[in-house]
């Protein structure tokens, strides 16, 4: 009966951080159908585990962790858009939609950062996420997470009066 | 942080981005277990995607009967389910360097490598003899023993650290991205055949980087000309060896092989850090050497070690890696010349030749690595 209880308590968390987990990967992949295939896939990875181990409270930070590093992996073997070995026909290109739009302008105003400046800035502004909780899923110090927030933020607030300038 | 609220409107997203209502049933479908099951499974198989190009070539060069989906996808699945893996394999190295370096004129150094995965949690290990490495995803403890003296590292990317060995710590990876690399990179090449019970994956590549000045040429196996070997059993679909050559002065000379692959050993043994060492952590940020070129950076510094004025030190280097890693050797050091900056290979650091005569009277000649700090000032990396 306990076991049925948390089962249902680990769904439900899934079902009310699903938008927030499509999003955050969507801005490391770039793509919302990518983003939703690892999304599904890290929440299959979650329910094939005994769910006695895992906190009711860590439930949602643990998806977090786990499609975070899954994109990290996706980013690593990435080098070429790649299609299904049974599809041998290239995809035609589509008209970036407006999200993906939105996607391209935060990320190319990040890619001046250090990517572990820029990712913090992206969960705590993009993805809303605590320093705690990002400090929680990286696995650094809440501290750390802040300072290098501020350290990208000065860089961003430099780049952007040297673009007015310019 | 309220400081930055201009900053935060501007990065502000103007779309929101949801879960489709398709997302929404698979998932609500996965939480029926028999359901999940069955479409598990069809993930598995049809998730697997290499580039259209790569998958024609594959075709042309496999024997009839033998698809290379089939081949791909069965290795694929087979590490899946593998959470342990065990190596042993040697590299023409020092037993003292980094794990990317590699040397063609030494010997063969023997390295364990232990690697656990569950979850898209990586845990791993790497013991060359005298350096070890241990790593839970990007946190990383890398220690040289003979010194006792190591880095920590909570965020670092695991190739700047293994170079070329980080991808044997993902195993399931190495065909899909091989097969990626060879045609990004350009000039590569590569053939898949079958011989017996055993496939033979095969790439040729072209070294990458810079080398009008060749002093990082062949010192790593990405900066070098090299081929890569892999032999997979054709039965059971595991990875039975690799082996990776270099080619210099039209030769081709082994510099890493696999000797052994155990697959879900235990690993009790494994992932430990022995005490008594002492690691400074690579958090510190360094301010560097500020509004000096290359070759004024790094006569500052080296100047600096015959009172170690700590003032300039602290600047370039983290403080308790030189009291821990330099003091002992260069205290009273004198600083006889050092020559034109220069740069190979990727680009990453800027060398400066330099001579100096440590307190005991040796002449030391080396060139010290520099690279630019987050505030553009000189660091160093390297060298001593």
Not at chain 2, 22 to 29: D, H, M, Q, S, Y
Not at chain 2, 128 to 152: F, M, Q
Not at chain 2, 274 to 282: D, W
């Amino acid at each position: 009966m306990l076991h049925k209880m948390r089962r249902k308590a680990v769904e439900k968390v899934i079902e009310d951080n699903l938008d927030y987990l499509v999003r955050f990967a969507c801005y490391r992949l770039g793509n919302h159908s990518d983003a939703e295939d690892l999304v599904y896939e890290a929440i299959l990875r979650l329910l094939e585990k005994d769910v006695s181990t895992i906190k009711p409270g860590g439930v949602r930070m643990y998806l977090f962790r786990i499609v975070y590093n899954m994109c990290l992996d996706k980013s690593r073997a990435k080098t070429l858009e790649t299609i299904p070995v049974e599809n041998l026909e290239i995809p035609d290109s589509q008209e970036a939609d407006s999200a993906t739009k939105d996607i391209d302008r935060i990320n190319s105003t990040l890619a001046g950062l250090r990517e572990r400046e820029s990712e913090i800035i992206r969960m705590n502004v993009i993805d809303g996420l605590s320093f705690a909780d990002i400090g929680n899923i990286l696995s650094i110090p809440t501290s750390t997470a802040k300072s290098r927030y501020k350290a990208g933020m000065e860089k961003l607030r430099k780049q952007l009066s040297n673009d007015k300038l310019s | 942080m309220d400081e930055y609220n201009d900053i935060r409107d501007l990065l502000r997203p103007h779309h929101d981005i949801k879960a489709s209502d398709e997302l929404r049933r698979k998932v609500e479908a996965a939480f029926d277990p028999d359901r999940r099951r069955r479409s598990f499974s069809h993930w598995i198989l049809g998730g697997i995607s290499i580039s259209a190009v790569a998958a024609s070539l594959i075709l042309m060069f496999i024997p009839k009967g033998m698809s290379a989906k089939a081949i791909i996808s069965e290795v694929i699945s087979r590490l899946e389910n593998t959470q342990n893996i065990e190596m042993i394999l040697e590299v023409r190295t020092r037993s003292i360097e980094n794990f990317k370096f590699i040397d063609k004129d030494e010997n063969f150094i023997r390295h364990d490598i232990f690697i656990s995965r569950s979850d898209s949690v990586l845990s791993w290990e790497i013991d060359k003899g005298d350096r070890a490495a241990v790593g839970l995803n990007r946190d990383i403890k890398t220690w040289i023993k003979p010194l006792r003296i190591g880095w920590h590292s909570n965020d670092h990317d695991i190739t700047d650290i293994l170079g070329y060995m980080a991808n044997l710590l993902n195993p399931k990876e190495i065909l899909e991205v091989e097969l990626e690399q060879c045609l990004a990179s350009g000039g590569s090449r590569y053939s898949v055949e079958k011989k017996d019970n055993e496939i033979y994956l095969t790439v040729k590549a072209k070294a990458r980087g810079d080398f009008r000045n060749p002093y990082l040429l062949n010192t790593s196996i990405a900066e070098s000309d090299n081929i890569r070997r892999y032999v997979i059993d054709a039965v059971t679909k595991e990875l039975k060896s690799a082996s990776v050559s270099i080619i210099t002065d039209g030769r081709e000379i082994p510099v890493l092989r696999i000797i052994s692959i155990n697959y879900n050993p235990r690993l009790d043994n494994a992932f430990q850090i022995p005490a008594g060492i002492h690691f400074v952590e690579n958090e510190t940020i360094l301010p560097g050497l500020a509004g000096l070129s290359a070759e004024e950076a790094a006569s500052t510094v080296l100047n600096a070690f015959s009172d170690w004025n700590t003032d300039i030190l602290d600047l370039a280097i983290s403080p308790s890696l030189s009291q821990a890693a330099y003091r002992q050797r260069f205290y009273g050091a004198t600083l006889l010349s050092v020559g034109q900056a220069f740069t190979s290979g990727n680009g990453n650091s800027t060398f400066v030749p330099y001579k100096i005569k440590l307190s005991d009277g040796t002449i030391q000649c080396h060139n010290i690595s520099l690279q630019r700090s987050d505030s553009n000032g000189w660091i160093v990396v390297g060298g001593l």
